[in-house]
C-alpha cells in the first residue's frame, strides 16, 4: 500500500467488485490506482474490501453480508470516508450511507474532488463546479445528511456546504450560469487559437502522471507545474517551441484517466478542442507502469470520442530509466514483452516499437535520447508545415541538423 506523508490524512476504506466482466487482476490493478486517486485527494487507505458477484446490487452495490463486514471494521477503527470504485446510483449512494453512517464517495467524484483541489484558473474552476454539480444535482436528496456530523474533507470542495443544502430549482439555475459562463469563455479561447497564426499545432495527451509535463518543460525549457500525484496539471499550457529552425505550438493537457467521468469530458471541451484542433499528437506512456497497455487503450478511447483518434500521432515512451522487467518463462512466447532492455536498440526491438507508424523511447526526467525525440518531432512537424505551406520548403532541411543538449 501506497505510504502517505506527515500530513493529516482521512481514514478511508476502498470497496470493488468481481463481476462477470472485470476479474480479480483487473480489480486489483482498478484498486490500486483508486487508492492513488485517495491519496492524491488526501485520504490513507487502511484496507481494501472485495465481493465477487454476477453484478453489483442495484440498491446497495454489495451483499448483505459485505455490508455487515464492512460496517464492523468502520466502527472499529474510525473510519471517515468509504470509496467505491464504480459509479454508484443515487439510491444506492443513499443506502449505503443509511447502513454505514459514514462519508460515502464513489470513483467518480473522488476524481471531481481532485479536480477541485487541482484547479487554478477561474476557467478550470468553472469547469470543475459544472461537473460537480451536474453530479450532485440527482443526489441531493439525502446525500448531505452527514454534514450534520462531519465538515469538510474530501468530496467537500467546490460547491460546498453553504450552497448544496438549496433547492433544485437553484442548482439547475447554476448550472445553467456555469454553462454559459464557460460557451463564452470556450469563444474567445477559440479566437485566441484561431489567431496563433499559422504554426504547427502538436499537442501532448496521455494517461495521468505518465511525464507530460516534465516533457513539456524540457523541450519548451518552461517551467509547468509537474509533480508524482495524478491531475498536477488541470490548464492547458502552451508554449511556442523552436526545434532547428522550425516553430511551432506545443500544448500541455490533462491527463485522461480509466472511469473518466461523462461530466468532465463535457465541461472540459474547450481543453479537449486542444487536442481536437491540433496537427499533431505526442501520445506520452508511461512504459515503467505494469498497465500502460491498457492506458494505451483508455487514451485511445477517448480520443475516439472527441473525433481525434486519426490524427498523426507519435507513440512516446517514456520513464525507460524506471522499467523493470517482470520475471518470464523461458518457454513464454512473449519472451520479447518481458526480458530486460537496457539500450536503445534493445527497446526498438520491442513489440512496443510496432504499437504505431512513429515510436520513440525516452526519459524526459533524465533527458534520455531527448535528441532523437526531436529529430523525429522536426520531421513530423517540418511535414505538416510543407504540406501547408510547399513554398517554404527551402527554409527547412530535410533532416534537423545537431543540436545541443
Known amino acids: 500500500m501506497l505510504e502517505a506523508d506527515n500530513h493529516e490524512y482521512e481514514k478511508a476504506i476502498l470497496v470493488g467488485v468481481i463481476t462477470q466482466t472485470q476479474d480479480e487482476e483487473k480489480l486489483n490493478e482498478y484498486m490500486d490506482e483508486l487508492e492513488f486517486l485517495a491519496l492524491?485527494?488526501?485520504?490513507?487507505?487502511?484496507?481494501?474490501?472485495?465481493?465477487?458477484?454476477?453484478?453489483?446490487?442495484?440498491?446497495?452495490?454489495?451483499?448483505?453480508?459485505?455490508?455487515?463486514?464492512?460496517?464492523?471494521?468502520?466502527?472499529?477503527?474510525?473510519?471517515?470516508?468509504?470509496?467505491?470504485?464504480?459509479?454508484?446510483?443515487?439510491?444506492?449512494?443513499?443506502?449505503?450511507?443509511?447502513?454505514?453512517?459514514?462519508?460515502?464517495?464513489?470513483?467518480?467524484?473522488?476524481?471531481?474532488?481532485?479536480?477541485?483541489?487541482?484547479?487554478?484558473?477561474?476557467?478550470?474552476?468553472?469547469?470543475?463546479?459544472?461537473?460537480?454539480?451536474?453530479?450532485?444535482?440527482?443526489?441531493?436528496?439525502?446525500?448531505?445528511?452527514?454534514?450534520?456530523?462531519?465538515?469538510?474533507?474530501?468530496?467537500?470542495?467546490g460547491p460546498g456546504e453553504t450552497e448544496i443544502e438549496t433547492d433544485r430549482r437553484i442548482v439547475r439555475d447554476r448550472i445553467t450560469l456555469l454553462k454559459a459562463k464557460l460557451i463564452k469563455i470556450d469563444k474567445q479561447m477559440a479566437t485566441q487559437r484561431g489567431n496563433r497564426g499559422q504554426l504547427v499545432r502538436v499537442a501532448l495527451v496521455g494517461y495521468t502522471n505518465v511525464g507530460k509535463s516534465t516533457l513539456m518543460n524540457v523541450v519548451a525549457k518552461s517551467d509547468v507545474f509537474a509533480e508524482n500525484k495524478l491531475f498536477a496539471t488541470l490548464d492547458t499550457t502552451v508554449r511556442k517551441v523552436v526545434v532547428g529552425n522550425l516553430p511551432?505550438?506545443?500544448?500541455?493537457?490533462?491527463?485522461?484517466?480509466?472511469?473518466?467521468?461523462?461530466?468532465?469530458?463535457?465541461?472540459?471541451?474547450?481543453?479537449?478542442?486542444?487536442?481536437?484542433?491540433?496537427?499533431?499528437l505526442l501520445h506520452v506512456v508511461d512504459i515503467s507502469h505494469e498497465s500502460f497497455e491498457?492506458?494505451?487503450?483508455?487514451?485511445?478511447?477517448?480520443?475516439?470520442?472527441?473525433?481525434?483518434?486519426?490524427?498523426?500521432?507519435?507513440?512516446?515512451?517514456?520513464?525507460?530509466?524506471?522499467?523493470?522487467?517482470?520475471?518470464?518463462?523461458?518457454?513464454?512466447?512473449?519472451?520479447?514483452?518481458?526480458?530486460?532492455?537496457?539500450?536503445?536498440?534493445?527497446?526498438?526491438?520491442?513489440w512496443m516499437s510496432r504499437t504505431g507508424d512513429e515510436v520513440i523511447f525516452i526519459s524526459a526526467i533524465e533527458k534520455e535520447n531527448m535528441e532523437e525525440f526531436r529529430r523525429k518531432v522536426y520531421d513530423k512537424v517540418r511535414e505538416i508545415h510543407v504540406s501547408r505551406f510547399p513554398y517554404n520548403a527551402f527554409l527547412y532541411p530535410d533532416i534537423m541538423g545537431d543540436e545541443e543538449e
Do not use: C
Open 248 to 280: 511551432f505550438l506545443l500544448t500541455d493537457t490533462v491527463g485522461f484517466i480509466r472511469k473518466l467521468p461523462t461530466q468532465l469530458v463535457e465541461s472540459f471541451k474547450s481543453t479537449l478542442d486542444e487536442v481536437r484542433e491540433s496537427d499533431l
Open 40 to 157: 492524491t485527494a488526501g485520504a490513507t487507505v487502511l484496507k481494501r474490501f472485495s465481493q465477487k458477484m454476477a453484478k453489483p446490487n442495484p440498491k446497495t452495490f454489495i451483499g448483505k453480508g459485505k455490508m455487515e463486514e464492512i460496517e464492523a471494521y468502520v466502527k472499529a477503527h474510525n473510519i471517515d470516508t468509504i470509496i467505491f470504485d464504480d459509479e454508484l446510483s443515487p439510491a444506492q449512494q443513499r443506502n449505503i450511507e443509511k447502513v454505514l453512517e459514514a462519508k460515502i464517495l464513489d470513483r467518480t467524484y473522488l476524481i471531481l474532488d481532485i479536480f477541485a483541489q487541482r484547479a487554478q484558473t477561474s476557467y478550470a474552476r468553472t469547469q470543475v463546479e459544472l461537473a460537480q454539480y451536474e453530479y450532485l444535482l440527482p443526489r441531493l436528496v439525502g446525500l448531505w445528511t452527514h454534514l450534520e456530523r462531519q465538515k469538510g474533507g474530501i468530496g467537500m470542495r
Open 294 to 350: 491498457d492506458h494505451i487503450a483508455s487514451v485511445n478511447k477517448i480520443l475516439d470520442e472527441i473525433d481525434a483518434i486519426d490524427k498523426p500521432t507519435i507513440m512516446v515512451f517514456n520513464k525507460i530509466d524506471q522499467y523493470k522487467a517482470e520475471e518470464y518463462d523461458e518457454t513464454d512466447l512473449m519472451i520479447d514483452r518481458s526480458s530486460v532492455h537496457y539500450s536503445l536498440e534493445e527497446w526498438k526491438k520491442t
